[in-house]
């Protein structure tokens, strides 16, 4: 046995006491944790910039990534959470 | 057991060869300079980028590979194209592809020299085309490996074709034929194997009729398992490992993957191409994971896993669509390696040649060396493959070659994610985390596989602890980082390094328009 054994046994014995459904939850959070971060983005981080410069596309839903971001990380969530 | 093909099945086969190759021609043919080639000019849209990456993504092998653990392990596996990837492709799409792009820059070492010093860029760049190199001749000779149980196919024919049709349009039209065909790929990939999905989970009886026959294996059907779990993919090596670590390395530092979007016509583009890349990895677990299930409840005494898609595919396919589905691998296989091979001759000629022999080099020669190198790799990648196959042990090489890369991936992104979030990390940290990590991660491999020489037990529990290597090797490089940093000169700002690639741009527009008038 070297120190990092003594190590690795300790961290593993830590983590199989957590149980699965904190696992799971663990999972969703993260997933919602980004999801609350991508609708928090500044427009001009997920918007198509004016073709004269002027500013930022803010009609065109189809160009909104926040949008598109956001039902990727929501799909996920709720794969996580029902799977 | 072989795939049975009839006549009308390869006929979709090389119609579907044919048209790639004359597509990934066609575009070539008039390119003049080194951004063509390398970068396509910077004119691809969102939609071909993201397609190219899921394409890319996924090679031959995965195909046949990921159905085989799925059968083998269960749901599980489809972690690694879930929380494996589309979290750490959002983050890579709102916070460092824009930079990248923005900066103008031809290659990840690239930037790394421009945050850090020469020094970062070519360790980076050393370790990357030495395992692309191997990578092409590993895959290569897996794909003729698989070719040839599912088909009968000779091997040293199915690496010499596999090799000249990847290496003619790869040649020729560089990064924009590479990610056009991946399109076309990524349409066949998918189709191919929606059509295994679509009527095995007929015969199956829908999802109802799967769940049921399943119902014997509950561990097959779960996502997550416990960290004491004998499959190789517990959730600690998952959230840990995968999601935090290997999967932000793979899609914000691997140049196969970021290339294209570098390409990108604008910052937008680069950034939307991602975000549909993201939503088109959430369907691949369902067909390509799900078959592995279905075949787990059709076929409940098989023994070889990796023979599940097939199976399925040759069971349950009529003729003309088995060559669909076969035209479905043989598209993953090629759109990985053109990927890898594009990428590879970028970094030779970007960070080697134009930075150490020649810095003068023009457009023109550029586009030369770029043609001169993939050729070259290719030479090597045939022979690498042939290697392979000679040794006893063939099969085992690739496994062997993905723990090799888990060595240096969380290393390189420790010294990405300093380059971007800590003012203070320099060149002398860059490289110091670098190295230290990956000494780290084979230092964890040699005492893992050798314990026994020493009388120990082994460190991991799992049977291919390489998430668990690239966890460490990330935090001992981070360590590396911070106690380096205190060494050297004071890095350039971020601010420093946009302001100076916008005057870049600026003086080759102005070049340009000087050129048109004169």
Redesign the interface.
């Known amino acids: 046995m070297t120190p990092l054994h003594w190590i690795g046994d300790l961290i593993r014995q830590a983590v199989i006491a957590v149980p699965m459904g904190a696992v799971r939850a663990l999972f969703v959070a993260l997933l919602l944790g980004l999801l609350v971060w991508v609708l928090r983005l500044p427009k001009e981080r997920t918007r198509p910039p004016l073709e004269d410069g002027s500013g930022y596309d803010e009609k065109s839903l189809s160009g909104n990534l926040k949008l598109w971001a956001a039902l990727a990380l929501g799909l996920m969530a709720l794969i996580y959470l029902i799977v | 057991m072989e795939v049975g093909l009839s006549g009308i099945d390869y006929a979709v086969l090389v119609i579907y060869l044919a048209g790639t190759l004359a597509l990934g021609v066609a575009i070539g043919w008039k390119f003049k300079t080194g951004k063509d080639f390398f970068l396509a000019g910077r004119s691809l849209p969102w939609w071909a980028i993201g397609m190219s990456l899921v394409a890319s993504d996924i090679g031959g092998t995965d195909i046949i590979g990921v159905g085989g653990a799925a059968h083998k392990f269960g749901?599980s596996v489809a972690n690694f194209e879930?929380?494996g990837c589309?979290?750490a492709m959002?983050?890579a799409?709102?916070v460092f592809v824009?930079l990248f792009w923005r900066m103008g820059v031809y290659t990840i070492p690239e930037y790394l020299e421009r945050r850090f010093n020469v020094g970062a860029r070519v360790s980076l760049a050393t370790c990357w085309v030495i395992f692309m190199a191997c990578n092409l001749g590993i895959m290569l000779f897996a794909s003729a490996k698989m070719l040839n149980v599912l088909l009968g196919w000779d091997p040293t024919l199915c690496i010499f074709m596999s090799a000249l049709l990847v290496g003619v349009y790869t040649m020729a039209g560089g990064l924009k034929a590479v990610v056009y065909t991946d399109v076309i790929q990524c349409v066949v990939m998918i189709g191919g194997c929606l059509l295994v999905l679509g009527i095995g989970l007929y015969d199956a009886g829908g999802i109802a009729g799967l769940r049921e026959q399943l119902a014997a294996k509950p561990e097959h059907?779960e996502?997550?398992l416990?960290?004491?779990t004998e499959a190789p993919f517990p959730?600690?090596g998952i959230?840990f490992g995968l999601?935090l670590i290997l999967s932000p390395a793979y899609w914000i530092g691997n140049q196969a993957i970021v290339q294209r979007s570098l390409g990108a016509k604008?910052e937008?583009h680069a950034?939307?191409a991602y975000?549909?890349g993201?939503?088109l990895k959430?369907i691949i677990p369902f067909i390509i994971v799900v078959p592995g299930l279905i075949a787990v409840a059709k076929f409940p005494g098989l023994e070889d896993s990796d023979q599940a898609f097939p199976m399925l595919a040759s069971t349950l396919l009529p003729v003309g669509l088995r060559g669909l589905f076969l035209a479905a691998f043989v598209a993953a296989l090629m759109s990985s390696v053109d990927s890898y091979l594009n990428a590879a001759a970028t970094i030779v000629t970007s960070d080697f040649y134009k930075r150490l022999i020649r810095r003068d080099a023009s457009e023109a020669q550029m586009l030369r060396v770029g043609r001169i190198v993939t050729a070259a790799l290719l030479v090597w990648a045939v022979g690498f493959a042939f290697y392979i196959a000679s040794l006893k042990e063939g099969s085992g090489v690739y496994a062997i070659f993905q723990t090799l890369m888990s060595f240096f991936q969380g290393p390189a992104l420790a010294v990405i994610l300093a380059g971007f979030f800590w003012k203070r990390a320099n060149g002398t940290g860059a490289l110091v985390g670098f190295i230290s990590g990956v000494i780290c991660a084979v230092g964890?491999f040699a005492?893992d596989r050798w314990h026994e020489a020493f009388g120990?037990?082994p460190?991991?529990?799992i049977g291919e602890p390489f998430l668990y290597f690239s966890v460490w090797a990330f935090v001992v490089a981070v360590v590396g980082i911070a106690v380096g940093s205190c060494f050297g000169t004071p890095p350039k700002s971020q601010a420093d390094l946009l302001a100076q690639a916008a005057q870049d741009r600026l003086n080759e527009k102005q070049q340009q328009e000087g050129g048109a008038a004169a």
Request: aromatic share 20%; hydrophobic share 75%.
């Open positions: 749901l879930w929380i589309v979290p959002i983050v799409a709102f824009p059907m996502l997550l416990p960290a004491d959730w600690t959230l999601a604008s937008f950034q939307a975000v549909w993201a939503l959430i964890l005492i120990w037990q460190l991991f529990k």
